[in-house]
């Protein structure tokens, strides 16, 4: 299936990225992180349906995490696979996605 990294995770992309610079002072490992978080997302494509299903969540929203740190959020359509959110570092994603 086709993948499709939606503008609201493409935004969250950028934010990890300005974190771990932050954090580390590491512009190449901070690039490095989310080559990875991106390449793991397109692998989406070949087993969408590896995470799991949160239907409190919202319709259709499933789960997967990546390396114990980032919570990728995305939705299996009928043609796709749409990465919705991806939170990193312990973020409280429940929260974000219910809007609390």
Known sequence: ???????????????????????????????????ELEAYCLQLGQHPFMGRPREDLGSGIRLITRNRRATIVYRVEDTRVFVQRIFYGGQDYEAALRGT
Request: glycine share 18%; aromatic share 6%.
């Open 1 to 35: 299936m086709k993948v499709e990294i939606g503008a609201d995770a493409r935004a969250d992309l950028f934010t990890i990225l300005d974190g771990v610079i932050a954090g580390t002072g590491s512009f190449d490992l901070g690039e490095r992180l989310i080559g």
